[in-house]
């Protein structure tokens, strides 16, 4: 029974140079044998049953001197066996090859009339001295994820600090660089409070952030003149020959006024507008001073009622004020006593 202590079979390195030595080195015929001595090798597979039976059995012990014998006695059994998928010498007739050797490790399930069936447990390779087990799909895939978290964490662990927080700049990942600071300054920042609470800001720093706000405002109102005055030079070659803020007086000294149109009136044209509004105040006043004559009024064919009421005949009309004068004539006048 393995021991718990013991690392993973895919995480160890097994080496036996002696062993290699006192075999002739590593080839197509002594490949096995030498996996058969690393902890990779199972005790109770089909490999182990044939080696111990050819030890005791002279009539086997051919099966164990070549590698096509051992293998071929191995596929006519059923179980767990060790085979060699890839010869890089090609069964001893490459003299130059790249040396490494592929053992998968297998069930092998007999089935009557049909191949048997071959179950891949795991792969090893042997690389010169070297024995290395194949990790598995999964263990690979565990270990990236493993790998790609841990790294995570880390980076988060050290982004986590970076952040400082200043209330002259806010949260910056970087330390504002150090700028020269006076002896008093200096003698100030190295007071301890006894409260232990912090100790603020220098004036130094306070004085550089006032500055360069002032510049900023500074450089802005610059900017914003600038601007103003290019618009202001458009403008006028624009508009150059008109001045729409003008409003011409008229009128006479004391009841000066603004004329409402742009054109401004010449002196015939007043003269003429004063002649013509004069002839319409004479006409208006004419024709409001003399009542237009009634026509006479018709009776012919009328009823008497209405006949009666007519009086025979047309009277002038009485214009309107002159009824009232005659009654206060009359009120004013005064008797003499007899």
Known sequence: MAN????PLDEIQWRSPPLAQQMGGIQTNTVLPYFSESPFFDKTSNNAIVTSQAMYNPAMFHLIQTRDAFEGR??????????VTHDPSNNGTKLEN?????????SRRKVQGREDEITALSSFFVIGENVYMAPTV?????????????????????ASALPIFTPSLGHTYFAPIPKAVSASTSAQATQTSKENSPMPETQ???KSDRASLVDMRRSITDLRGMGLLAESFNLATKYHGEYMDENPLIGEPGSFILQKSREVPT???SQSQVLSQSTNNSDIATKTSVPPIPAPLKTEGLPPEVRKGV????K?????????????KSKNVTTTPK
């Open 311 to 314: 009086k025979g005949g047309e």
């Open 204 to 206: 130094a720093s306070m």
């Open 138 to 158: 999964g263990n690979i895939l565990g270990s990236r994820m493993l790998s790609t978290v841990t790294s995570l964490t880390k980076f988060l662990s050290t």
């Open 98 to 106: 790249s040396g490494m050797w592929v053992i998968r490790k297998q």
């Open 267 to 269: 002196q015939s044209q």
């Open 316 to 328: 002038t009309p009485i214009t309107p004020g002159t009824r009232d004068k005659k009654k206060k």
């Open 74 to 83: 191995l596929k006519s059994m059923a179980g767990l066996e060790f085979m």
């Open 4 to 7: 718990l202590e013991d690392p």
